[in-house]
């Protein structure tokens, strides 16, 4: 099954940087899709269909939990996962991330290992299939 | 919070943020202050601000000369460094103050809660005088392979 996938966050590179793990880590992505707010995440999910959230925390205008309250408040959107990619490292924040339905959390820095551990408990893959980070036709240099 | 323990969770979260998402080796420099590192002034220099608000409030700046902006950029983002905009370079360089902050605070002490600001561009030659070494200011000099970078962090509010 091919997952299409919403990069949330207000770093250009960043976004980059997620799309080329996660591609990377040998999940079958069908679009990606991007978002430099929470707003303009909204009107993504709105317009397309979105298997899988990976959102920021701190960003202008809506951030990453405001997002994932309109998220998990709209009958149509909620039941999408969502998982926050944050530099926060306070546990206070981590539960308040879980206890509003996030489905994981991925702490920045994050090695690309630990990005696909965590997607493929969401998604139900195995980690360890054919396609590896050494199996993909993208350079990986990360 | 004693400076000796914010010195030690800075330097730890600029090497797991350098080395883990840059591949970067580093070597932290024994000075206080710019003075004692003239080299990153040789350079066109690019500087990251974060604002922080919590159980103390206050900035941090991230030094770094274009040119290893650049290639830093560059391998973050897998294109070759001529392909890149201003923007993608500005964008790595402030993406990395967020993470090397942001991951400092959990290693400070994982049960205080601190808001980050977004980060800006900001001119680094403003932030260099009057720096001093007292218990509110922190200096981080760094020598890479390239060249030189430097953190600053200033608290402007200090906690309990």
Known sequence: ?142 | MEKKDLTAAMTNSISEVLETMFFMPIDFLEVENFDAMGQIKETETLAARLTFKGPFSGYCLFHIPRSVAASLSADFMGHEAGDLTDDQISGTVMEIANMVVGNMFGLLDETLVFDLGVPELVSSGDFRGGFSSSERELFLGIQTLEDYLAFQVIIDVAGH
Do not use: H
């Open chain 1, 1 to 142: 099954m091919a997952y299409n996938i919403l990069v949330v966050d207000d770093s250009l590179p960043m976004r980059a940087v997620i799309k080329k793990v996660v591609k990377a880590s040998g999940f079958d992505v069908g679009e990606f899709f991007e978002a430099a707010n929470g707003k303009e995440a909204l009107d993504v999910l709105k317009d397309s269909w979105v298997d899988l959230v990976l959102t920021d925390y701190n960003m202008p205008d809506m951030d990453g939990l405001e997002l994932l309250a309109a998220i998990k408040g709209d009958e149509i959107m909620k039941e999408i996962p969502v998982v926050m990619i944050t530099t926060e490292g306070s546990q206070q924040r981590i539960r308040e991330f879980i206890d509003k339905g996030a489905a994981a959390y991925v702490k920045k820095p994050f090695t690309p290992d630990e990005m696909k551990s965590k997607l493929c408990q969401i998604m139900g893959e195995p980690e360890d299939g054919e396609e590896g980070f050494d199996g993909g036709d993208d350079e990986f240099d990360f």
